[in-house]
């Protein structure tokens, strides 16, 4: 996205989120402490973990097959499907590029 904020969250100390963009194209992810505390403790250094997991690979299967109760091909098809599906927006982000 061109200069646009798509996403913008406040957390404490700690947080997680998932996010998922609808608009292909490179983005941009920018991080900051408002927190004068981090500061003083730190010498002014703030340590972040960021775990960035794209595609198929984002589903949890497992939890899937157990809310939805499905069997091992039932589970399989869902995942053929979102590899599909992966494989398409992939096809569609190289055509714009």
Do not use: W
């Not at 913008?8 to 408002?34: A, K, V």
């Not at 809310?67 to 569609?92: F, G, S, Y």
């Amino acid at each position: 996205p061109v200069s646009q904020v798509v996403l913008s969250r406040q957390y404490g100390s700690e947080g997680r989120f998932t996010f998922t963009s609808h608009t292909p194209g490179e983005h941009q992810i920018c991080l900051h402490s408002n927190s004068t505390r981090m500061a003083l403790f730190a010498g002014g250094k703030l340590r972040v973990h960021l775990d960035i997991q794209v595609g198929e690979h984002t589903n949890n299967y497992p939890e899937i097959a157990a809310k939805d109760k499905l069997t091992e091909l039932q589970l399989r098809a869902r995942q053929l499907l979102d590899q599909v599906e992966q494989i398409q927006k992939e096809q569609n982000y190289q055509r714009v590029r």
